[in-house]
């Protein structure tokens, strides 16, 4: 998958050279490349925003930066022969449709992925006109939750992270992903490694036994305990008898 970021803090996305992420790019997995705003700016000051239109507070990011910068994502990508033609374009807002791991599994079908990290107020809402209809791109506005962060780097270190664990090969033992929270929409159940024993706390016994089945019930149970305790919203009829003790949930 080919990931473009553009912002005005590129050393934010430093992170994605950590860790898996990282690994991923080593591997070839995963091609990710940054892009500073103000690169795209002409003016000796490096300008990427303005006044608002109508008043109020705080700045607007440019129009003009965005749109070059994002010619410039389309023509590189262009000429790196990548597949599928033209990138979707990622623009992380509070106001836009919530991250979920579902959402995360839809994006990591896509070849090619473009951010733009807004700042200030945000963008001139003529940028996402123009990456549509003279760009011919699908845009979605995106947001981490119910919050306001200062910019959208934090965003897409968080969607690229989620999306890249999903790209096949990114994590070692596939197998892992299958079980985790949000997958099936329950909650992961309660984990322990050694020793056994550790400040006078033990593991629940049914995990010693070896009994596959009984373990499979429990962790079942625990699974369904723990989202009924913390996150009720969740549950749907199909994941079957949540009237269990919600305080097993930790
Ligand atoms: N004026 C905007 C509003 O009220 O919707 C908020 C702008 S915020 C201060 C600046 C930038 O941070 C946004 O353009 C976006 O890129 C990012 N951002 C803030 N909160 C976010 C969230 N919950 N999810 C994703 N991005 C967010």
């Not at 997995?29 to 000051?45: E, N, Y």
């Not at 990591?108 to 940028?127: K, M, N, Q, S, T």
Request: hydrophobic share 40%; net charge negative.
């Amino acid at each position: 998958m080919r990931i473009d970021v553009v912002s005005i803090f590129p050393d934010y996305l430093a992170a994605l050279d950590l860790s898996l992420i990282g690994k991923a790019r080593e591997d070839g997995l995963l091609d990710v490349a940054v892009h500073d705003l103000r690169d795209f700016t002409h003016d000796r000051h490096r300008t990427v925003d303005d006044t608002p239109y109508g008043g109020g507070a705080g700045m607007v990011m440019k129009a003009q930066p965005w749109s070059e910068a994002l010619d410039h994502v389309v023509a590189q990508g262009h000429a790196a022969g990548l597949p599928g033609g033209r990138p979707h374009l990622v623009v992380p807002g509070p106001g836009g449709t919530p991250f979920t791991q579902a959402l995360a599994r839809q994006l990591a079908d896509e070849p090619w992925l473009a951010f733009a990290c807004g700042r200030y107020e945000g963008i001139d809402e003529r940028v996402y006109e123009y990456a549509r209809e003279d760009l011919g791109l699908e845009v979605s506005v995106i947001s981490l939750g119910d919050y306001v962060l200062n910019g959208g780097e934090v965003a897409v270190l968080a969607m690229v992270e989620a999306v890249g664990r999903l790209i096949p090969g990114v994590i070692g033992n596939a197998e892992s992903l299958v079980e985790e929270s949000h997958e099936d929409g329950l909650l992961e159940y309660p984990i322990y490694t050694k020793p056994q024993q550790w400040k006078g706390r033990e593991v629940p016994p049914v995990l010693l036994s070896g009994n596959h089945a009984a373990i499979a019930a429990w962790r079942h149970d625990q699974r369904l305990a723990r989202t009924a305790a913390r996150r009720p919203d969740l549950l749907h009829p199909s994941h079957g008898d949540a009237d269990l003790d919600v305080r097993l949930a930790t």
